[in-house]
């Protein structure tokens, strides 16, 4: 059964840092790794899709990478700004017999908090 | 624009009275899903649908029904809600036939409250 798990459970940085958020699965079998966003009792928007043959995939100030041998990606924030403060989840798909289905599995997030 | 829409956003109820949360996606999409999100249980997956006339049964399903008669609709009915049943609740999207590893879109959630 895949686990995913993110860390740390919570992050609070001054405006302006780089930062990395860890998530980590157990079942490297996976066709591809998302990235989400959600901002308090609000929805889940979608920051990054990695593919499980892509290495690294880049949108604005964010940077996402795969290492699926290790079971691994990180979400890399550049210089981030009080307005990136929300929770960040990530998910994978679930295989059973090969077939990646739609069902995801998520990790509990990371509660990012930017101060100015 | 790609969207999943979910009614009502928020919603208070009574334990015992029907009713239905809706759900559509303008993206041809064939697997839909809905799924509740707790404080420290997470995202868990209720019920999904793999087509038309196609849906099955998630981790979490008992107190919950769904129907696919359109492949854009998949509402998600709660016959008799519970107060075990106050959760946020959301719809989700992604193509699934002969693509895997593509992008899930979600719907912006449903708040439910069952007093």
């Known amino acids: 059964k895949q686990e995913v798990t993110q860390i740390p459970a919570a992050l609070s940085v001054p405006e302006g840092e780089n930062l990395v958020l860890n998530c980590s699965f157990t079942?490297?079998?996976?066709?591809?790794l998302q990235w989400f966003r959600q901002d308090p009792g609000k929805g889940l928007t979608s920051l990054l899709l990695i593919q499980s043959s892509q290495r690294e995939q880049t949108s604005g100030r964010l940077n996402a990478s795969l290492d699926k041998s290790s079971g691994r990606s990180t979400l890399y924030i550049a210089a981030s700004q009080p307005g990136d403060s929300a929770t960040y989840l990530c998910?994978?798909?679930?295989?059973?017999?090969?077939?990646?289905?739609?069902?995801?599995?998520f990790g509990q997030g990371t509660i990012l908090t930017v101060h100015p | 624009e790609a969207q999943v829409t979910q009614n009502p956003r928020y919603l208070i109820t009574v334990t015992g009275k029907k009713l239905t949360v809706t759900c559509s996606q303008n993206?041809?999409?064939?697997?839909m899903s809905w799924y509740r999100q707790d404080p420290g249980l997470g995202l868990r997956q209720i019920y999904y649908s793999m087509n038309v006339e196609v849906t099955d049964k998630g981790d979490v399903p008992e107190g919950y029904k769904v129907s696919r008669k359109e492949k854009r609709n998949f509402p998600l009915i709660l016959e008799s809600p519970s107060p075990n049943q106050t959760s946020l609740y959301f719809c989700a999207s992604t193509r699934w036939q002969g693509a895997p590893g593509t992008e899930a879109f979600f719907g912006q959630g449903t708040r439910l409250t069952v007093v």
């Open positions: 079942d490297s079998a996976i066709y591809n």
């Open positions: 998910a994978v798909p679930t295989n059973a017999g090969g077939t990646s289905y739609g069902k995801l599995t």
């Open positions: 993206m041809n999409h064939e697997y």
